[in-house]
Each structure stands twice: as C-alpha cells, then as structure tokens.
C-alpha cells in the first residue's frame, strides 16, 4: 500500500483493566517483532502472550497480541493489536517504542480513512463509524448500524445504476447519430428521472429527522417566574441541578443538560421565564429565554396552579402560537385554582397537563408528550427504515436532485442528447460522494478528522 505505518490508543485513554494498542501499515508485523520476539513466528488472527521490551532491553509489559495480514483487517493493511495493562504509563511506553520502531501517530480517523481508502468500506460506511462510537441512545445506534451495514449505500447505489443505465443509452445515441435512429426512449428516460427524483425526495427529507436524532432535540422551560421551571428542570433530570427558590428571578443564565427519552437526545433547557425584569441582569436572563424559547424545537410553559391566573398569563402563553409547546399547569399537590378547561379553551394549545414538580406526578404524560411530538412523521419513518441522511449526504443528493430537474426541463423544450447526458453524469457523480466513488480529498479530509484518534 505504500503508506506509512500508524500507532494510536484505540481505547479511552486513562486507567482501565486493558488498553488496546494497534498499529497498521506495511511495517506494523516488523514493528511487533521489534519489541515482542518470540519463538514463533506471527499467524494472522492468532492471539500470542508476549513481553514487551524497549530497545533498551527494559520490559514494559506482558502482554496479549494479535497480528491481522492484509487484506483481513479493519484497514485492509496488516494490523498488529496489542492488549495491555491498562495503564498510560505502559501505553505511553508501547506507542513511543512503536514510534522509536518507525511507526507514526495516526491522526483522527486515520484507521477508518484507510479502510475507506483500501475499500473496506465506502464513505457513507465510514461516517457511520463516527457516529456509532458517538451514539448514545437504542435507536441513534441501529440507525448508524444499519448505515454501516451498507443500508444507506445500496439505496443510493441502486439509484446510481439507473442514472447509469440511462447515461450509457444517451451516449450511445450521442455515438450513432448519424445513423438517424433513436437509441433511446425519450418517455423511459423520463420515468426514470421521476422515480429516482422522488427517491432522492424521501432520502433528503430525512436530513431534518437524522439531525435532531444526532445532534439531540432542544425543549426550553419557559413561562412566569416562581411557577416551577426550574424544579421541573430537576425532577426531569433526576438531580437537583438548577438553583430552585420561592425567591422570584432565581434562575438567569440558561441551562442546558442531556437527558434521553424513548430512544432520543434531548437538549432540556431551563430559563429566567418571562417577566418583567427587575434588575438588568434579570433583563439579560429573560431576553436571553426568550430567544432560546424561539429557537427551540418544543417548548414547555409552566404555570404556576395553585394561585389564581393573571390575565398576564394567558397573554404570555398566548405567545407561543405556531410553536410546538404544552401547557404545564403546577403545583397540582397544593390543590388547583386553574382551571384546566378553561385554559384549553383560552389558549387552544396542542395540549395541557397537570403535574407537580414536588411528587413527580404528571411527568410520565410530561415524557409522553414529548416523545410522541418527536416521533413525527419524518421522525417515525426513521425508527422504521434506520435511513437518516447527514448534511453533507443531503447536499450531495440535492444536487443530484437539481441536475435531474434541469434535465427534465431541458426535454420538455426539446434539448439534444449531448446536453442530457452532461445532466445525467451529473447526477450520478453526486450520487457517487455518498459512497466516495467520486469525492475530492479535502472533503475526505473534513469527514475523517470528526473522528476520535484511534479509529
Ligand atoms: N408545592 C409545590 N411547590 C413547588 C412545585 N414546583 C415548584 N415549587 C416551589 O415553587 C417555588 C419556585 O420554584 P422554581 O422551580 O424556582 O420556579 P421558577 O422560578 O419557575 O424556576 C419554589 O419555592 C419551589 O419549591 C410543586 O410542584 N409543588
Ligand atoms: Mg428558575
């Protein structure tokens, strides 16, 4: 292959029963014998207990090794893995021997790039790595396994064919045209484009789903000061996270925690409300909630129950119109003096629910609310197929789409078969960076360095 030979961690660095030291490239065998000779020599996929030696002669560890020949291996190059003693001390030693041996750092998703480079696995594959270490949730991880299945590449490889099939019959035309006789249908050519265009539709649409499945949902607190936001925050978290105070405008700066719903990452942010500022840093805490509460993707008004409504309220609320938002009446263990129906009613909201942050009662129809707002269409299409396109994936796929609108613009008015095939080839080479057939390097660059070093 040519390349030089790596060594990383693969592990997380930091104390641990093992660490996982491997090392890949044409002298990685070589490197392997260099501090770790034994009486025999390595057979690929075998496990050896060996000692590691420095070339001062000194042993750095016992340790457990596998050599995995080319193409056999994650990279496709010969691979030498060696389990340690989980210890930074002993894996900074292996790694500087391996270096003092010839071998070089790997930069981050040096071990992934190499197998999409050897063509173990194509690009759409290889992104599906990063995020499969990167998932966190059920659904997060059988959405990235199914990619790094190859799920997400044979759809976008049988669209790629077609575009293909229909390219090679234009070209031919293109070839005999003097001869005066059609190669192609012009009806078929159409047919084609419009399936694979409304193919190409359902993939770009799950952009919007697949990003809020990996990046996470944000869900923002909001609604008048001393109503409970802030002991909502905490009961959802399980911790007792955020400052909570019968002392109005407690809460100023935002904030945001992780926590997980039904398979999903949520964002749950806890605001100043929105009130009337008393103070100027209360004034940059509420407008800071206000903004957050605009750009959220759900919100949650919190409304204190157990006192009577001000008319305020229900202006406030009012507010949210357009918005994905609940209405969350609390306090419902010190009795309610608000009506449920009534605010129903006056606020027309998606829907309105009775809790107590204090016991917790309410929190499951709270959770279920905002799982079942999540599982959209879009969002259930996800769980069923495990087909979400990144945005680099959609961008690629859009311009594909394009190419195929122009091109059916350009049969409506009657363009020749040269102009179409320079439309069709379009399309495919854009179908072609989701799996890398045809993608530039500084793109494969940007893609590999997401992820961690040892991959
Ligand atoms: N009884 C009862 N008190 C609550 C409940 N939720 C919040 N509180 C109290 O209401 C006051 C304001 O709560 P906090 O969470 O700081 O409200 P925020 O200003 O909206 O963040 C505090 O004294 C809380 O202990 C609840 O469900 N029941
Ligand atoms: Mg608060």
């Known amino acids: ?104 750092l790997a930069p981050p998703g040096e071990f992934t790039k190499r197998a999409f480079l050897n063509g173990k696995i194509d690009l759409a594959q290889a992104e599906a790595v990063a995020d499969l270490i990167s998932s966190e949730t059920k659904l997060q991880r059988s959405v990235a396994l199914e990619h790094l299945r190859g799920g997400l590449s044979k759809k976008v490889r049988k669209i790629e064919e077609k575009l293909l099939q229909q390219l090679s019959l234009v ?72 400052i909570v105070s019968h002392i109005p405008g407690t809460t100023r700066d935002i904030l945001r925690e992780r926590i997980h719903i039904g398979g999903f990452t949520y964002y749950l942010e806890d605001t ?51 918005k994905r938002h609940l209405i969350a009446i609390n306090k419902m263990d010190l009795g309610l003096k608000i009506d449920k129906k009534e605010v129903e009613e006056r606020l027309g909201a998606d829907s309105v629910i009775e809790i107590s942050a204090l016991t917790s009662d309410g929190f499951d129809e709270l959770k279920k609310w905002i799982y079942t707002n999540t599982v959209t ?35 409506s008015v009657g363009q020749p078969a040269e102009i179409l095939s320079i439309e069709l080839r379009e399309a495919a080479a854009a179908c072609g960076e989701i799996t890398g057939r045809s993608v530039e390097e500084d793109l494969l660059g940007h893609i590999f360095s997401r992820f961690c070093i040892g991959k």
């Open 1 to 104: 292959m040519g390349e030089n030979t790596i060594v990383a961690l693969g592990t997380p660095p930091g104390e641990s029963a093992i660490a996982v030291v491997r090392i890949s490239g044409d002298d990685a065998v070589g490197i392997a014998d260099g501090m770790m000779a034994g009486a025999k020599s390595w057979e690929s996929h075998q496990f050896y207990k060996r000692i590691i030696r420095d070339h001062n002669g000194e042993v750095v560890d016992d340790v457990l090794a596998v050599v995995m020949r080319e193409p056999n291996s994650y990279t496709g190059e010969d691979i030498v893995e060696i389990s340690c003693h989980g210890s930074m001390n002993i894996v900074s030693a292996i790694i500087e021997e391996s270096m003092w041996l010839g071998a070089e």
């Open 171 to 242: 070209e031919v035309s293109i070839d005999f045209s003097t001869e005066d006789i059609e190669m192609f249908s012009i009806s078929e050519l159409v047919e084609t484009s419009v399936w694979i265009r409304k193919k190409l539709e359902g993939l770009i649409a799950s952009k919007k789903a697949g990003a809020k499945l990996r990046n996470g949902i944000r869900i923002t607190l909001t609604g008048p000061r001393n109503a409970g936001k802030s002991s909502i925050y905490n009961t959802l978290l399980g911790e007792e996270r955020a």
């Open 377 to 411: 269409a879009e969002m259930g299409k996800i769980s069923r197929e495990r087909i979400a396109v990144n945005s680099r994936q959609a961008m690629a796929l859009h311009r594909a789409l394009e190419a195929l609108n122009k091109m059916e613009k350009d049969i």
């Open 272 to 322: 100043a409300g929105i009130a009337e500022a008393e103070s100027e840093i209360e004034a940059i805490g509420i407008s800071a909630g206000i903004e957050a509460a605009e750009a959220a993707d759900m919100v949650v008004f919190v409304i204190d129950g157990s006192v009577e409504p001000e008319e305020k309220v229900y202006k406030l609320a009012g507010k949210l119109k357009g």
